[in-house]
Each structure stands twice: as structure tokens, then as C-alpha cells.
């Protein structure tokens, strides 16, 4: 396994609620990202970070926020939870530019 | 139109067949072409990266890029039950930080 641990692994809410989900690598590569996955649409990027405090956006980012203060952490946050983030999200880390990402193994997320 | 186009099967073969992969892209800037396996509820595998134009084999996994046709491949030979899981195509542009998946082909090795 590449050294990515994501919690909470599963994880129901209601609707309007704050949820942040967490990413742990022990690679100490400088790139990690948040992706979500859907029936439909595969893998999507969220957000990503390039070093620690410099984050930039993907193209599902609406609604999200991240941080990131430390190399190994990389937070996903949901200021007010909709149902349409019902999804599974999925965190990877890459140790530069055109380098391959490796996954962690998700966390399923469930809004009511 | 959406920028990678993956058949999502489902694709079910007998032990042992040889099992070819593929997908489509419109996109000329991708120059990094992946492929990754997807247990059920397990996160994506990196199976193969490989750069521009060519093929690459690891073990019985073989990955082609033709860019001139915007196509990619992934063969898996001598194929094995532990074989069955979701294969998703993925690629990039050099320097872009995001990846265009393919929506994943679900693929059964019947024993």
C-alpha cells in the first residue's frame, strides 16, 4: 500500500451539517488530492494541494474547502452538506509533477 | 462529449482468455496515460504509467498508446479470476495536476 490512511472510512449525516474528512500519508510527497467518485461521471478532482498552505482548485469544487498544515495531512471539508455530495471520495498523493497519484482506499460519505 | 470514453462493459470472459482494454480520448495535449485496477470498495491500483506513444509489458499486463488514433489499451494475458474487478484508463497533459478518468470498464474472469 502507498502509505495513505483516510478516516473516517464510513460516515452518515444530515443535511446542512459540517463534515471533514481526513487524509494521512507516510510518503511525504509533496502533492496530495481529493477526488470524488459517482455512477456516471468516474473519478472526479476536487481539490489539491502542492505544499503545505498552497492548495488550488479542481473541477468539482463547489462546496468544498481544504487545508493543509502539515506535509502529511490533508483535510476535506463541507462547510453545509448537501445530498448531492452523497459520494465516495477518495484521497491520492503524488511525489511531483508527472508523477503517478496512488490512492487511498475512500470513505464512503452518505447525506440524508 | 466527454474527454476519455470507456466502454463500462460489464465484460465477462473465461479463465485464462486474453483480455484487451480500451479507451478513447479527444484531448491531443494528454501525454501520461495510466491504467488502475478497482477492487469492490477499495480505492484505485496503479497497474501501468506510461509516457507519449508506445507499449509497455509488466508481467502478463501489457499497456499500447496509439496518439495518432487518440487510443489506449490495456491486454491482460493468461487472465485469472483475481482479475475481476473495475479497470479505469486514466491520462494527463504534462504539467496539469488533474487527472481525466474513463468512467471504468467492470470486468469478471469466470473460473
Known amino acids: 500500500d502507498a502509505g495513505i490512511t483516510q478516516s473516517p472510512r464510513h460516515k452518515v449525516t444530515e443535511t446542512g451539517t459540517p463534515v471533514t474528512l481526513r487524509c494521512h500519508q507516510t510518503e511525504n510527497h509533496r502533492y496530495m488530492y481529493w477526488y470524488r467518485q459517482d455512477p456516471g461521471h468516474g473519478l472526479r478532482l476536487i481539490h489539491y494541494?502542492?505544499?503545505?498552505?498552497?492548495?488550488d482548485k479542481g473541477e468539482v469544487s463547489d462546496g468544498y474547502s481544504v487545508s493543509r498544515s502539515k506535509t502529511e495531512d490533508f483535510l476535506l471539508t463541507l462547510e453545509s452538506a448537501t445530498s448531492s455530495q452523497t459520494s465516495v471520495y477518495f484521497c491520492a498523493i503524488s511525489p511531483g509533477t508527472d508523477q503517478p497519484q496512488h490512492f487511498g482506499d475512500g470513505t464512503r460519505l452518505s447525506i440524508l | 462529449q466527454k474527454e476519455v470514453e470507456q466502454d463500462p462493459g460489464p465484460l465477462s470472459v473465461p479463465e485464462g482468455a486474453i483480455v484487451s482494454l480500451n479507451c478513447t480520448y479527444s484531448n491531443s495535449a494528454f501525454q501520461y496515460f495510466m491504467w488502475y485496477r478497482q477492487y469492490s470498495r477499495k480505492g484505485p491500483e496503479l497497474l501501468m504509467y506510461t509516457y507519449s506513444s508506445g507499449n509497455k509489458e509488466d508481467g502478463r499486463f501489457t499497456a499500447q498508446v496509439d496518439k495518432s488514433s487518440k487510443y489506449i489499451s490495456l491486454f491482460i494475458r493468461d487472465s485469472q479470476p483475481s482479475d475481476s474487478a473495475t479497470y479505469l484508463c486514466?491520462?494527463?497533459?504534462?504539467?496539469?495536476?488533474?487527472?481525466?478518468f474513463g468512467q471504468g470498464t467492470r470486468l469478471t474472469i469466470n473460473p
Open positions: 486514466a491520462m494527463s497533459a504534462a504539467g496539469a495536476q488533474k487527472l481525466v
Open positions: 494541494s502542492y505544499g503545505v498552505k498552497d492548495t
